[in-house]
Nanobody, 119 residues
Framework: QVQLVESGGGLVQPGGSLRLSCAAT????????MGWYRQAPGKERELVAL??????NYADSVKGRFTISRDNAKNTVYLQMNSLKPEDTAVYYC??????????????WGQGTQVTVSS
């Protein structure tokens, strides 16, 4: 029911910046958490940033460089990425967790957007 549409990826040089957006459409009520994950070739998918209510959490590798924010009125979550490094290269996925009254919580994933940091 919930669809997450991502945008903002691309190619950037080391030290540059990108801003990712993730818009939730459909039945987007009762979403209790939204986050950004990334997966590099040959590696496990890892949590980058998470927002739950007024609390935010970041992977140690991105603290001080990335900022997650959410606009509830627009049902959109953002990831501002500054001082990008080659090791940030990955496919970035938006995630949303929704509470239900009839079963387990449901997780939804965006289609992924490629971020490449290279000279």
């Amino acid at each position: 029911q919930v669809q997450l549409v991502e945008s903002g990826g691309g190619l950037v040089q080391p030290g540059g910046s990108l801003r990712l957006s993730c818009a939730a459409t459909g039945s987007s009520f009762r979403i209790v958490a939204m986050g950004w994950y990334r997966q590099a070739p040959g590696k496990e998918r890892e949590l980058v940033a998470l927002t739950t209510g007024g609390t935010t959490n970041y992977a140690d590798s991105v603290k001080g460089r990335f900022t997650i924010s959410r606009d509830n009125a627009k049902n959109t979550v953002y990831l501002q990425m500054n001082s990008l490094k080659p090791e940030d290269t990955a496919v970035y996925y938006c995630n949303a967790e929704q509470v239900t009254i009839y079963g387990p919580n449901r997780n939804y994933w965006g289609q992924g957007t490629q971020v490449t940091v290279s000279s």
